[in-house]
């Protein structure tokens, strides 16, 4: 029976914490209904930015409910990936009911729904989310009250955390960017939150000249506790991809080798299923696809030398080698999250050369551009299409295939853009013939 909630039967539900550790009585119903329901092919979604159950189980029901229709002989099963991430309330989803919270709050006070969600996300810290909290409401004028609001941040979101995640937590390469402290923790929190403000404010970075005024720098600690806090769910999708699903599959492919598995992502629920590619075991083939929607991760990630440093690659380089088909990486030009906020922020996580003045156009072209905003770069034979053209259109038995979704993939309001407008009927087409699904 499908869940009372979900539009789509067989359906079963996958559970990870933040340690990539699965909820083991929901991997063996899983495993073990796809071998008696007779699966062929096993469509799994991993959401992004959602901070219970029910947000991440309603976003799955919505993009699976025209699947059926479109694949009507199919024998198909569905799987929604929930793991421990968060969404900022005040970031509406299209077609979404929005907190009254959300609505009446503005930057930079923090909104109950987003101080539950903190709490929910990053458990045991309530008194720092309550100094957190105070210091947004309060806004005080002193210098160090906002550096001591950068180190609550930083204390929040734990830089390296502990226990067994810290063996994923940071990359040597991590989105094809040496990693260390993060500039946004370690650079005058002042200066940081001023960049913040200015791209806020006006859509890009600036150094303040040419007629912009110095913003105020608390109307960026808001965001600088968004990016801080996203920086921490970056780290953790791929460790719950790696740790978590993809050892699930592998289980799933030694049970039941016949089924074929279409991995989905939205956000950094893309960069958890890439990670997964990583986490298979050696031989398992049975990942047929891979569908990016508006991924929340590099561009670089999958190339093998990048252009600004040839002697490094990204974080998943070659792992696209281990799907049975493509790797499908579907982007959107009205994705302001990841056009504007996503580059100044890797640019803050990466780099201690300050990038002040930069136009957001030139870095995402350089170093910090994201899969959702301009597909898999630097990765040599990658096809690309736009999407009414790919719906027409045969796709690659494997390789990279870039297609443009901004027809489609274009509603939404302020900060995110259209980053989380993805139930489309067309994406859920995309996702069958990446996967070659009849």
């Not at 959602?50 to 059926?68: I, M």
């Not at 940071?170 to 005058?188: H, N």
């Not at 956000?267 to 569908?291: I, N, Y």
């Not at 898999?376 to 034979?381: I, K, L, S, Y």
Request: aromatic residues 6%; glycine residues 10%; proline residues 7%.
């Amino acid at each position: 029976m499908a869940d009372p909630a979900m539009s789509v039967s067989p359906y079963w539900e996958l559970t990870f914490d933040a340690d990539g550790d699965p909820d083991g009585r929901r991997r063996d119903r899983l495993i073990a209904g796809a071998a008696e329901r007779k699966v062929r092919d096993l469509i799994v979604f991993a959401h992004g930015w959602n901070s219970d159950r029910s947000g991440a189980t309603r976003l799955c029901s919505r993009f699976f409910e025209p699947v059926p229709a479109l694949a009507p002989t199919a024998r198909l099963g569905f799987v929604g990936v929930v793991w421990p991430s968060m969404r900022f309330c005040d970031e509406p989803i299209p077609d979404f009911p929005r907190s009254v919270a959300a609505e009446s709050a503005r930057r930079p006070v923090l909104d109950k729904d987003t101080r539950h969600a903190l709490l929910e996300t990053f458990p045991g810290r309530a008194t720092i989310v309550e100094q957190i909290t105070r210091l947004l409401d309060q806004q005080p004028r002193e210098e160090a009250e906002l550096e001591e609001f950068g180190r609550l941040v930083r204390m929040l979101v734990e830089l390296v955390p502990p226990g067994p995640q810290a063996l994923f937590g940071a990359d040597t390469l991590a989105e094809g960017v040496p990693q260390s402290e993060p500039d946004m923790f370690s650079a005058p929190v002042t200066a940081v939150c001023e960049d913040f403000a200015r791209a806020l404010a006006h859509g890009e970075p600036t150094d303040g000249t040419a007629g912009f005024t110095i913003p105020n720098p608390w109307d960026g600690a808001h965001e600088l506790l968004r990016q801080a806090t996203y920086y921490a769910m970056k780290r953790r999708a791929g460790t719950v991809g790696e740790r978590g699903l993809g050892r699930v599959i592998g289980q799933l492919a030694a049970k039941a080798p016949e089924v074929r598995v279409h991995l989905v992502g939205h956000s950094f629920g893309g960069r958890l299923v890439s990670f997964a590619l990583r986490g298979l075991p050696e031989g398992v083939r049975t990942v047929k696809s891979v569908t990016l929607l508006q991924g929340a991760f590099s561009h670089y990630a999958f190339a093998s030398r990048l252009p600004h440093d040839t002697r490094a690659g990204g974080v998943l380089q070659g792992q696209q080698n281990r799907i049975d088909g493509p790797l499908v990486c579907c982007f959107s030009r009205h994705d302001s999250a990841l056009s504007t906020m996503y580059p100044l922020a890797s640019r803050m996580a990466g780099d201690a050369r300050g990038a002040a003045g930069a136009d957001v156009g030139r870095m995402l072209g350089d170093k910090w551009g994201a899969m959702g905003f301009d597909g898999v770069q630097a990765v040599p034979g990658t096809r690309a299409w736009k999407l009414a053209d790919a719906l027409r259109a045969t796709l690659p038995t494997s390789g990279c295939v870039n297609i443009d979704a901004s027809e489609v993939v274009r509603r939404g309001g302020a900060p995110a853009g259209a980053h989380s407008d993805i139930v489309h009927r067309e994406l859920a087409r995309v996702v069958l013939a990446a996967g070659r699904v009849q």
